[in-house]
């Protein structure tokens, strides 16, 4: 069975494994990268999104040779507390979330759309997210904190 | 002693000795509360309640997990109380450790207690003498019971205590870091999956194992009556296990569900146990010259937490140690030891922060679980995670209503009589409160428990099915009846509100329909009937913040809905703009909210919006979907929540009393917003929905029957 690489958070990446398992199998129990979470398993709540090249995709039902020579972007891969990304600032900022367990794959998922468009609407935001699940019913905080980082990307 | 405690704080009469809660070390304040975070945000209000009383910086502040045998025993973090237990005790608890420290200061120090002041721990007295909390606490033991007999600040000299603090737990999620106990599998954990049917109530009659026997990795599998499980070197071969096992298993079910359509009428048929839960007469009964008669039905709702339920369990010898996002460490440990039959000191149950339950949902189930998988691999700690689908279909539901409200009106068509009826499963079937273990593989295993049918809590603890039946208005007389099922054909315990937001939204839908018919605005027929300020307050507030009552627009509809919850807790009120088209969308959410005093006004702000938001969900979507054999709504394709696009915008006013004792906000929301869409949707066509959910097909039934 050949191995299989892909560019993990900037980090050239090689893993052995059966190339049908989960992305999210590989990134939790394979490589110790807990952020992005387990909801469903059936691609269908989103908390496990990642960003593959920049497109935001769930991790659960993503085959590892899916990702063969592409790139990775986990939640760990965003920023950290000294150098944050944009939207942690920003979340922080809005205290956007309750429980914060579908959190990552929320911001994955608003990473990916302000890689194509810097300056959404509040309705183009809704749009990105309506393949998150929150079921705290965060959504608005999370709304103003994508529409924040927007903002700050933009004067930036 | 014990009773001026129970004045003063129930958790602390109960959990007396001041170690328990508070002590010092190193430079930090370590708190302990009894109660857990559920994504609630308790862990920084509790944190700012005991930096404001000992007057230190709330970096200091280190707060710990609850777990068993250290931790006060506060019970269930449930029913909105944690801020008015657990905050109230920290704050008892705080000024009189603080108290016994500046009088130890003022003997060290050879000055009076009263000229000494304390800066983030710092005790300082005139002449540049000073000591701290760390500097003392080597002399003095906290091992002692609390007396109450320091008033803690007032409100005018709280620091923190009131300002938007900053959640403690929010960097850690924003920057992905292991917080859940989802993400943590110390190193050498094993991992387990549990095989449970599609069917309802279902016995295994027959399982092969050998297909799983071949799973690479495979550790254990554990056969006991109708529960079987694996346990397995990785998550991926206890997932491949798992399903090689369901290959080999053949079940059978005698379950007879009701019929999904006619779930109120059947409600009304089944055995019950009836209670009287309020009778007034009036002083000079009017004559009833019409009676109005309704009935309100809301079906099961599913918890439906984002993340599937996880625990850990490990033994050694008879020695078991649990790590659970259960709601409460103490009363698990107590069913736990009923099952295994060993005294409870022989378990040590750890909390580690879930995802958000809203009520007793899989997280204490999959403990059990996990014991019982772990047992069979001693000294190896086992995780155990359910999948989605067991999540939607063995987890406990919030309990299916059928509630009917009798209105008589006297010749001015005045309310004279109220007599309101409740058919309902019990609202409550937690652990650790009775003489059985209600937990699901309780009642698989070959020498099975019997299966826990859910109850009612009394109406002194808020009530179940009965929660916030009784009338806040001034009606003359009211009878008012619940009925709780006896038999339990799908398994129901607490969700958010318990029976607040059904019997919320038949009071508030029919108190509506009588103002339209008598041709009085909804929000002055409600004034008329309340004398309670607070009450008067948030509605007023929430009328005036959403400009009632907006120019009327086509398709647009504005209703009201108001409630006190639990009839002791927070005051809420709530205005809803919907907009009905092609479907039934709720643009707009105003609410008016009265906590007391607010510990952290954002944070009784986002409980409000996320509760709106989620009552949202539940009026405009929710209903468990069920055939004759099985729950059938096990993903989130059959069981859709209110997704980003069709969120409404919310806005909400908090009326801050400092002066008042604070009171949770978690379910405050819940009830007046699915009154208040309700009655908006009645507003924008004149047609009144009174089963949940108010879908478009049922909208459009409604219309060609009006």
């Known amino acids: 069975m050949p191995n299989i690489r892909f560019r993990l958070n900037g980090a050239e990446t090689e893993i052995d494994a059966d190339p049908d398992t989960p992305l999210l199998t590989v990134l939790r129990s394979q490589l110790g990268l807990t952020g992005s979470h387990f909801g469903c398993g059936a691609g269908e709540c989103g908390a496990c999104m990642v960003l593959v090249d920049d497109h935001a995709l769930t991790s659960c039902d993503a085959p590892l040779w899916s990702v063969a020579n592409k790139a990775v972007t986990t939640i760990e891969g965003l920023g950290s507390e000294q150098h944050p990304h944009a939207l942690q600032r920003a979340f922080i900022a809005e205290q956007a979330l309750q429980c914060g367990y579908c959190l990552s794959g929320i911001m994955m998922s608003a990473a990916a759309l302000l890689k194509r468009n810097t300056n959404p609407t509040t309705a183009e935001v809704k749009a990105a997210l309506d393949r998150n699940l929150c079921r705290c019913g965060s959504h608005n905080r999370m709304v103003r904190a994508v529409l924040r980082a927007a903002a700050e990307m933009r004067t930036s | 002693m014990e009773h001026e405690l129970q004045k003063v704080s129930v958790s602390l009469a109960v959990n007396p000795k001041l170690s328990s809660w508070i002590n010092f070390a190193e430079g930090k304040v370590i708190v302990s509360p009894g109660k857990v975070e559920i994504g609630q945000g308790i862990v920084t209000a509790l944190a700012q309640i005991a930096a404001d009383e000992l007057d230190v910086d709330i970096s200091r502040i280190e707060m710990v997990r609850a777990a068993t045998p250290a931790s006060p025993n506060e019970g269930v973090t449930s029913g909105s109380l944690s801020v008015q237990h657990s905050g109230r005790a920290i704050r008892f608890a705080c000024a009189e450790i603080r108290q016994i420290f500046l009088n130890a200061a003022a003997e060290r120090l050879g000055v009076a207690p009263d000229v000494l002041t304390i800066t983030d721990g710092n005790i300082a007295g005139p002449g540049n003498v000073s000591t701290s909390y760390w500097e003392l606490a080597g002399d003095i033991s906290l091992d002692r019971d609390a007396t109450a007999g320091a008033q803690p600040k007032s409100s005018a000299q709280r620091t923190l205590a009131g300002h938007s603090l900053q959640r403690l737990d929010i960097p850690d999620k924003v920057f992905g870091r292991p917080r859940f106990i989802q993400d943590s599998a110390p190193p050498g954990t094993l991992h387990g999956r549990v095989l449970r049917a599609e069917l309802a109530l279902a016995r295994l009659i027959e399982l092969n194992e050998e297909r799983a026997r071949k799973v690479e990795g495979l550790v254990a599998i554990v056969h006991d009556g109708n529960f079987a499980g694996v346990v397995c070197e990785t998550e991926a071969a206890a997932e491949a296990a798992v399903t090689a096992l369901r290959k080999g298993a053949k079940w059978s079910s005698s379950a007879a569900l009701p019929d999904e359509d006619g779930l109120a009428e059947w409600l009304k048929q089944q055995p019950a146990v009836s209670t009287v839960i309020a009778s007034k007469n009036a002083t000079a009964p009017a004559a009833v010259a019409r009676t109005i008669k309704r009935q309100y039905h809301r079906p099961y709702i599913a918890h439906g937490s984002i993340a599937p339920s996880c625990a850990m369990a490990q033994w050694d010898g008879d020695i078991v140690r649990v790590w659970t996002h259960s709601q409460g460490v103490y009363n698990l440990r107590s069913d736990l030891a009923l099952v295994f039959k060993l005294p409870r000191e022989n378990i040590t149950v750890e909390h580690m922060e879930g995802a958000g339950c809203y009520g007793h949902n899989g997280a204490d189930d999959v ?172 509605i007023q507030a929430a009328a005036r913040r959403a400009n009632w009552k907006p120019v009327k627009q086509d398709g647009v509809g504005y209703g009201i809905g108001f409630s006190r919850y639990k009839t002791t807790g927070a005051y809420c009120a709530a205005v809803a703009e919907v907009e009905v088209g092609e479907g039934i969308r709720v643009r707009k959410l105003t609410l008016a909210v009265d906590v007391g005093e607010a510990v952290n006004p954002d944070g009784v702000i986002n409980q409000i919006e996320g509760g709106a938001i989620q009552a949202t969900s539940w009026v405009l979507k929710e209903r468990v979907r069920f055939d004759r054999t099985r729950i059938t709504s096990s993903s989130w394709t059959e069981y859709p929540i209110l997704r980003f696009s069709e969120v409404p915008e919310v806005e909400v006013e908090v009326i801050s009393r400092p002066e008042i004792d604070p009171v949770g906000a978690g379910e405050a929301a819940h009830g007046p917003v699915t009154a208040a869409i309700a009655n908006a949707v009645f507003d924008a066509l004149g047609v009144r929905l009174r089963s949940l959910p108010i879908t478009r097909d049922r909208l459009i039934a409604a219309m060609e029957l009006s």
């Open chain 2, 367 to 538: 403990a059990l679980d996990a014991a019982l998988l772990a047992k069979a691999t001693p000294g190896r700690t086992v995780r155990v995670q359910w999948s989605r689908a067991d999540e939607m279909s063995h987890a406990p539901f919030g309990a299916a209503m059928a509630i009917e409200i009798e209105a008589g009106l006297d010749s001015d068509g005045e309310i004279a009589s109220w007599r309101h009826t409740i058919w309902s499963n019990g609202h409550t079937a937690r652990p650790g409160r009775a003489e059985q273990p209600t937990l699901l593989a309780a009642s698989e295993l070959a020498a099975p428990f019997p299966r826990a049918i859910s109850l009612d809590p009394p109406p002194a603890s808020g009530g179940g099915s009965d929660r916030n039946s009784v009338p806040l208005y001034d009606f003359p007389a009211w009878n008012i009846e619940a009925h709780r099922l006896t038999v339990m054909p799908v398994r129901t315990s607490a969700l958010r509100t318990l029976g607040a937001q059904g019997n919320t939204f038949a009071i508030e839908s029919l108190l509506d329909e009588i103002a339209v018919d008598r041709g009085e605005d909804p929000v002055a027929f409600r004034l008329r009937h309340l004398t309670d300020p607070r009450s008067r307050d948030v």
